[in-house]
């Protein structure tokens, strides 16, 4: 049974339009969550995380939210850019950035249009 | 379970010792992969295989020795490690090398380098 999924395969959107990537967990033992994002032929990179005691953080175009009554998180990049496009995973780790207990989601194809 | 089964969960080796991780999956994926997770450091990819071929080997150093029998195992032998090897490896899965998506990963290995 899948502890982090990522429901949607794909998205697509329009340069400078919001792109919103969701996640869902089952495990309420995770309390630090990650996203990466992953180009063609490479590993992913760490792209922003968050702690369970917050329920948002915030870096630049990349804001994500942590819902931990719905188990539920989002990663929004506004404005979205053709170089955003890209695979993006989401992690949820049981220890705080230790890495000890990290299950990834198994990703989702994001497309930004010129 | 993921679909994606490693083992050993946790391993503690001297940086004489030789030992080795195994992955399986049983979902008819084509490509497996090997990741390293250090703490606090994205993921980095080590070893991509597709169909029991290695089609990619990131500079990852000598010691470290990947094999893949067969579509469904991938094993990483380790010898002369260092205490900075120590991290998590993950292993991953997808249908096919280039796939943007429909990654299964592992829940890790945990080893320490003493």
């Known amino acids: 049974d899948q502890q982090v999924k990522q429901n949607s395969p794909s998205l697509s959107v329009q340069e400078g339009r919001i792109s919103i990537l969701n996640c869902d967990y089952t495990?309420?033992?995770?309390?630090?969550f990650l996203w990466y994002k992953k180009y063609p032929a490479e590993g992913p990179t760490f792209l922003i995380s968050?702690?369970?005691?917050?329920d948002k953080n915030e870096d630049g175009r990349f804001t994500v939210f942590l819902n931990k009554s719905a188990k539920h998180l989002s990663l929004h990049i506004v404005p979205s850019q053709p170089g955003d496009s890209a695979v993006y995973f989401c992690?949820?780790?049981?220890?705080?950035?230790?890495?000890?207990?990290?299950?990834f989601g198994k990703g989702m194809k994001l497309t930004v249009n010129p | 379970e993921t679909g994606v089964t490693q083992t050993p969960r946790h391993l503690v080796m001297g940086m004489t010792n030789k030992k080795s991780l195994k992955c399986e999956q049983h979902?008819?994926?084509?490509?497996m992969y090997w990741y390293k997770q250090s703490a606090k450091k994205p993921l980095e990819l080590m070893f991509v295989?597709?169909?029991?071929?290695?089609?990619e080997n990131n500079s990852v150093p000598s010691r470290f020795s990947p094999e893949c029998p067969n579509s469904s195992h991938l094993f990483l032998h380790l010898h002369t490690l260092q205490p900075e090897d120590s991290a998590l490896y993950l292993c991953?899965?997808?249908?096919?090398?280039?796939?943007?998506?429909?990654?299964?990963f592992g829940s890790g290995t945990r080893l320490t380098v003493v």
């Open positions: 991953a899965s997808s249908q096919d090398v280039g796939l943007d998506y429909g990654y299964t």
């Open positions: 495990n309420s033992m995770f309390d630090y």
């Open positions: 968050i702690s369970s005691i917050k």
């Open positions: 992690a949820a780790s049981a220890f705080r950035g230790g890495s000890e207990k990290l299950v």
């Open positions: 979902l008819g994926h084509n490509a």
């Open positions: 295989y597709s169909l029991e071929e290695r089609v």
